[in-house]
Every structure is written in C-alpha cells, then in structure tokens.
C-alpha cells in the first residue's frame, strides 16, 4: 500500500504552460505539504495544509496554486511555468506534531 | 528562524565500517528533530525522530541519533555500514504543531566503498 501518492512521477514541459501535480494520502493524516527540491537537492517547504485549509505559504510566486479538495488529497496548479520551476517537488502528510511522511516525487523539467 | 546545518556534504566509507553523520540546528524552543534518508531518485524515508525524552533514539535500518542540547546536535551513527546504505540522508527540525513547517540541513551524500 502506498501511504503518499503523487502523479505524475515525471513531467516535461514548455515555458509558459499550465501543469498540475496530484498527491494522495491513505494515512487518514489533517496536514499535507507541498515541498520543492532544486537541483542542488536543497528543500524548501512551499505550502501547508490542515484539514483543507492553508496554514503555511513560505513566500511562493502566486503562479503556484495549492489545491485541497478534501483532507486526503492537495493538488498543486502552476501557472506560466518558467525554467527556475524545474524540480522534485514532493508532497508529504503528517498529523499534528508528528513526523511527516513523504510521496516519492514529481520530477518537473521546463523547457 | 530555525536553520539546520550539515557540515559534511559527501562521506565516504567503506563496508562495515561505522558512520556518523553531524547535524547542527538553530531553534529557540524545543526542536521536534528528525533525520531522513534519500536513495537515488526515490522519495524521502524516515529513519528516525526525537520529540522529547530518552535523548537516544532508534530508528530503521540500524540507525540511532543522538541529541545533545548544549551542542545544539543531533547526529546520526550507524556501527556498520552496508553498501545499501549509500543515499543522500537529510537532517530536519521541525515546530510540531499545526503545520509542523520542517526545516531541512543541506543533505550529506554517503558513499559506500567495497
């Protein structure tokens, strides 16, 4: 069984287009996470959402959309992507207090 | 703010050696501490965490992590390496609470030689 999700696993795509990232968590967690690692495999939290609302937002371009449709899902909307966006962008779940657990990744490469 | 640091950036080790792996942390409070594991183009795994109490704490896979508050550390040891051990391993701190914001050290990438 696969705790966190995420589709797609790899995603190439041009300068200026819309793309979506979907994560899906089966730990029945309140909080999902948005993390970006750049190519020097630093990470950055992004967005944090508990029980559907937005509870972090680490200064990210508002091109950047989080998504929660309900508490086991947090989908992420880019628009206009731009080549700084190139990525792993991982999602990551948690209850409260407790350490988060991680999706294995959307690889994002613009062109 | 809190920051992490990792001093090391690659190690290096052989088979069946020991590993110790220096994590240094900048918080106010008490640090919800935590350190995962990164295998080539795979997600992130957690090999063990520290909230409070017993300041040695077992995780996966063999590892144990340490926190010592008047050094500001939480390092990571493994008495015998395996070559399957060879990864990228994270270092975090975290607030708990809601949101838990996790704050990540640079990575220390771990080489495992013959």
């Known amino acids: 069984d696969t705790a966190v999700s995420q589709t797609p696993k790899y995603l190439v795509t041009q300068m200026g287009n819309d793309k979506s990232i979907k994560c899906e968590q089966n730990l029945g967690h309140d909080t999902m996470y948005w993390y970006k690692q750049d190519s020097k495999k630093f990470l950055k939290i992004m967005f944090s959402?508990?029980?559907?609302?937005?509870?972090i937002n680490e200064t990210v371009p508002n091109r950047f959309s989080p998504k929660s449709p309900d508490k086991a899902h947090l989908n992420l909307h880019i628009n206009s992507l731009e080549l700084g966006d190139s990525a792993v962008y991982f999602c990551?779940?948690?209850?409260?207090?407790?350490?988060?657990?991680f999706g294995p990744g959307t690889r994002l490469t613009v062109l | 703010a809190q920051s992490v640091t990792q001093p090391d950036i690659h190690i290096t080790v052989s088979e069946g050696a020991s590993l110790e792996l220096r994590c240094n942390y900048s918080?106010?409070?008490?640090?919800?501490l935590f350190w995962y594991v990164q295998s080539p183009g795979q997600g992130l795994q957690l090999l063990l965490k520290?909230?409070?109490?017993?300041?040695l704490v077992q995780g996966i896979k063999g590892f144990e992590a340490e926190f010592k508050r008047s050094q500001s550390s939480f390092n990571l040891r493994k008495p015998s390496v395996h070559w399957s051990d060879a990864a990228e391993y994270f270092c975090a701190v975290g607030a708990g609470g809601a949101g838990n914001k996790l704050t990540f050290g640079g990575g220390t990438r771990v080489l495992v030689k013959p």
């Open positions: 520290y909230f409070s109490g017993d300041t």
């Open positions: 990551a779940s948690s209850q409260v207090g407790v350490a988060q657990y």
């Open positions: 918080y106010g409070a008490t640090p919800y």
């Open positions: 959402y508990n029980n559907k609302e937005l509870i």
